[in-house]
C-alpha cells in the first residue's frame, strides 16, 4: 500500500482532546468531526489540509482519552497516514480498526510542505523534497489486511465466518 500526499508537522504528546475537542464528540457526522480536527492545535488546518495528506509528530501522538472519535475526525479529513515517533496504544489500535494507517518512526527529515511517499506494508517513508528514505517499524500482515479492507469491521465481514 504506497500513499502519497503533503506534510503537516506537529510536535509531542497531541492528545485526542487537541486531535478532535470534546464539545464535538457527540456527533456522527463525518463533516462536522473534519471541520474540527487538530483546531486547538492548527486552527487552519481544516482549511488547508488536502485529500492525501499526512500528519508528522513527535512522540506519544493520541494520548489521553480512548475516544474513537480522534481517529475518526482524522480520515474524516482527508489524511491517509500519520506518521509519529511513538503512539499512545489505543490511540494506535483504534486508528486501525477504522482504517487509518500509522508509522512508528524515531526519526526524520521532515518539515510542514514536504511531499511524502509512505509505503505502508513496509514501513518506509520516503520524503521526496531531499530524496531520504526512513525505515519506520513494519506492521504486521493481520494490521495490513485490516487497513487493506478499510478497517476491522470490513475485514472481519471478508474473513471470518460465524457459524
Do not use: W
Amino acid at each position: 500500500m504506497i500513499l502519497k500526499g503533503k506534510a503537516h508537522v506537529y510536535g509531542d504528546n497531541i492528545d485526542t482532546d487537541r486531535i478532535i475537542p470534546g464539545k464535538y464528540t457527540k456527533t456522527l457526522d463525518m463533516q462536522q468531526l473534519a471541520d474540527h480536527v487538530l483546531e486547538d492545535v492548527d486552527p487552519d488546518f481544516h482549511k488547508i489540509v488536502q485529500p492525501g495528506d499526512m500528519i508528522v509528530a513527535g512522540e506519544n501522538f493520541g494520548c489521553g482519552s480512548s475516544r474513537e472519535q480522534a481517529p475518526l475526525a482524522i480520515k474524516a479529513a482527508g489524511v491517509s497516514v500519520v506518521i509519529a515517533h511513538s503512539f499512545a496504544r489505543i490511540f494506535f489500535r483504534n486508528a486501525i480498526n477504522i482504517g487509518l494507517p500509522l508509522i512508528e518512526l524515531s526519526s526524520y527529515n521532515i518539515q510542514t510542505g514536504y511531499d511524502l511517499e509512505v509505503d505502508v506494508t513496509n514501513g518506509i517513508v520516503k520524503n521526496l523534497y531531499n530524496n531520504e528514505d526512513y525505515q519506520g517499524a513494519k506492521m504486521p500482515d493481520v494490521m495490513v489486511k485490516i487497513l487493506s479492507e478499510n478497517g476491522l469491521v470490513e475485514y472481519l465481514k471478508k474473513y471470518k465466518s460465524y457459524s
